[in-house]
């Protein structure tokens, strides 16, 4: 039998779970947390924005900021998260891969991941199961992975 992974990922917390026999129960292997997933972006960003010039006359007004601070974090943990699945690949640790995701993270999730590791891509399902426990991750799978 084949060598799966089973990446359970959200904005806060990353589950990977192998699989020994085709319909068989899944082994946690290593969990990812994001410690400032909860952390509202006004604690993220504590210095105020920079302040400009008006092109003509003498007002003054606070620069915008070009991303929301929240989002941004979520992206360094889905990098955080692809480093980890692409280690895993390099190391032969799975033939395939399935992704189970809450969309928005899937989102940020794809690009991250590299050409060869999308390769051995099987299967990606869009829900959000990173709190549920392994019996109803398994049951949303397709029998055969």
């Known amino acids: 039998m084949k060598k799966v992974?089973?990446?359970?990922?959200?904005?806060?917390?990353?589950?990977i779970f192998t699989q020994e026999k085709h319909n068989?129960?899944?082994?946690?292997?290593?969990?990812?947390?994001?410690?400032?997933?909860?952390?509202?972006?006004?604690d993220i960003n504590t210095?105020?924005?920079?302040?400009?010039?008006?092109?003509?006359?003498?007002?003054?007004h606070?620069?915008?900021?070009?991303?929301?601070?929240?989002e941004q974090e979520t992206i360094r943990?889905?990098?955080?998260?692809?480093t980890t699945i692409e280690n895993g690949r390099k190391q032969d640790a799975f033939d395939r891969l399935v992704l189970v995701s809450d969309p928005s993270f899937l989102g940020h999730l794809r690009p991250a991941l590299s050409?060869?590791?999308?390769?051995?891509l099987s299967t990606e399902i869009a829900?959000?199961?990173a709190d549920?426990?392994?019996e109803a991750v398994r049951a949303v799978l397709p029998y055969r992975i």
Request: with cysteine; charged share 25%; net charge positive.
């Open 47 to 60: 210095d105020r924005p920079g302040r400009a010039f008006d092109s003509a006359g003498q007002g003054r």
């Open 5 to 15: 992974w089973v990446v359970v990922a959200s904005s806060s917390k990353c589950r």
């Open 127 to 129: 829900k959000n199961l």
């Open 77 to 82: 943990f889905a990098k955080k998260v692809a």
């Open 115 to 120: 050409s060869a590791t999308h390769q051995r």
């Open 132 to 134: 549920a426990d392994p």
């Open 24 to 42: 068989g129960p899944l082994q946690q292997v290593e969990q990812l947390e994001n410690s400032e997933a909860d952390t509202p972006a006004r």
């Open 62 to 70: 606070a620069m915008s900021q070009g991303i929301d601070p929240v």
